[in-house]
């Protein structure tokens, strides 16, 4: 009974500003029996209990106040944030470009077209976003995410270009994998996102796997190109629907 | 050491301006659209609100014409969100003051 009396005095959302209730009060009112053996006992210890729990201290609010409005200021940046995390059409976008990757052969044909698709997905991305944004009236903060899309950029031709100049065809075949998986887990976490910082994570098992494993380079390549290009792909579309379905 | 009440604001201490503020935290800006539906209210009231806020100098509040159409964005300023942070680490701490001693005495009493 105490702990049913400490509920009711804890449960309540507007804390000093609510109108308690006393379980004897609710009790004649929901099943008509006035006094009973334990009604003295059991308002005695309600009333010491609210004591406890609500000090009447003017003008200073109380644990229920700041539990309510805690609450409130979490709802409001988690509405905020899934206005914010929209990650499908990137996903989607590099996940094709990867998959048409996988029919470059590795060397500066690979590197010329990732320079040029590359700054394709990130122009194609961007507009995506700035459209978003104008449309849900929800600018989110771009820097991070503009740091971290340029670290995988410089990141990936930086290991394409060490492996190639010195005959590290593991590094030129594998580094840029590992930097887009480290890129992807930065930005779940940018976006709060537990999937996409689990798909980095797959990304880099990935990568790590295929390097010791003993596939050649320019096969470990493609088949690195495929499996990133279908794991994009396949997020996109899941995280695309469950937007749909959320909105 | 201070009472953790002591550190809340009068100006953020209330449901409405906490929220604007909430919001306004976890985006760089935000129209005035987006706002009023979020916190369910009328454009006179959160015009009321944001007003305060921007006195304070905790909010930017910027108009801005699209496709010949006014659009106002609200961002929160540096000193908006030192306050906002401050405001809820006061609240967090408040909860926690009052909760920790009872869960004490209740967990001792459940032993015996």
């Known amino acids: ?247 | 050491m201070k009472h953790p009440s002591t550190l809340l604001d009068d100006t953020i201490h209330q449901r409405v301006r906490l929220g604007i503020l909430a919001v306004l935290n976890e985006s760089r800006r935000v129209d005035f659209t987006y706002l009023r539906t979020a916190l369910e209210l009328t454009d006179g009231n959160l015009s009321r609100h944001l007003q305060i806020l921007e006195d304070a100098g905790f909010v930017a509040i910027t108009k801005e014409f699209a496709n010949k159409r006014p659009r106002t964005w609200i961002a929160a300023t540096n000193q908006g969100r030192s306050a906002f942070r401050t405001e809820l680490s006061a609240l967090k701490d408040l909860i926690h003051r009052v909760e920790s001693p009872q869960q004490n005495s209740g967990r001792k009493g459940r032993k015996k």
Request: one cysteine or more; charged letters at 15%.
């Open chain 1, 1 to 247: 009974m105490l702990e049913r009396v400490t509920q009711i005095s804890r449960g309540s959302p507007t804390g000093r500003y609510a109108t308690f209730e006393s379980p004897t009060t609710a009790g004649v009112r929901r099943f008509g029996h006035k006094h009973t053996s334990l009604t003295l006992p059991i308002t005695l210890c309600y009333k010491v209990l609210t004591m406890i729990e609500d000090p009447k201290k003017p003008n200073q609010p109380n644990s229920g106040d700041a539990r309510f409005m805690l609450h409130e200021i979490e709802r409001l940046q988690g509405q905020t944030r899934s206005v914010l995390k929209s990650s499908w059409f990137p996903l989607l976008v590099f996940g094709v470009l990867n998959v048409c990757a996988a029919a470059i052969p590795q060397g500066p044909a690979l590197g010329i077209y990732w320079s040029i698709a590359g700054i394709s997905g990130a122009i194609a991305t961007s507009v995506y976003y700035s459209r978003r944004e104008r449309t849900t009236g929800v600018q989110g903060p771009f820097l991070p995410y503009i740091a971290t899309s340029a670290g995988i950029f410089i990141g990936c031709f930086a290991a394409g270009a060490v492996g190639g100049t010195f005959d590290l065809d593991r590094l030129a075949a594998l580094g840029p994998g590992a930097v887009v998986a480290a890129g992807v887990v930065v930005f779940g976490i940018l976006d709060h996102n537990k999937v996409l910082a689990g798909v980095g994570v797959v990304l880099g098992v990935l990568v790590a796997g295929l390097w010791m494993s003993s596939v050649s380079p320019s096969g470990a390549a493609v088949i690195l190109a495929l499996t990133v290009g279908t794991i994009f792909i396949v997020t996109g579309l899941l995280f695309y629907f469950s937007e749909r379905a959320h909105s």
